[in-house]
């Protein structure tokens, strides 16, 4: 069975001059890990650095869906109404860190957010 990839964006990065800084978003998704640990296990996580282009965000869902955190979804596996399909590449993909937690638990039958 392949694996839903999730992006997210390495701590401790720098905005040109700017930083050290975290994703909220990040950190948020790696909170539900401490709380779900099998999800870091049932997901293919990828902590990426923050400078775009995003290499494998961009294979994965085009140019335009850089942005983190990111779950792309499996392909031929379920996929919600709030998800969003890639034009480019065609995948399905969700965003909003509360959405990406709401699918997993539905997903894996774990928590999810409420």
Known sequence: MLKHVLFLLSPGFYDGEKGPFYCPYAAAVEGMFK?????EELVEVHRIAFPRPRPGVLTLLGEENQGTPVL???EGARVPEY???S?????AFIENTQEI???LGEEFGK???H
């Not at 709380?35 to 999800?39: G, R, T």
């Not at 034009?87 to 995948?91: A, D, I, K, L």
């Open 111 to 113: 928590m999810a957010p």
């Open 101 to 103: 937690g709401k699918y």
């Open 83 to 85: 998800a969003q399909v």
């Open 87 to 91: 034009e480019s590449t065609g995948r």
């Open 35 to 39: 709380y779900i640990p099998e999800f």
């Open 72 to 74: 792309v979804i499996a």
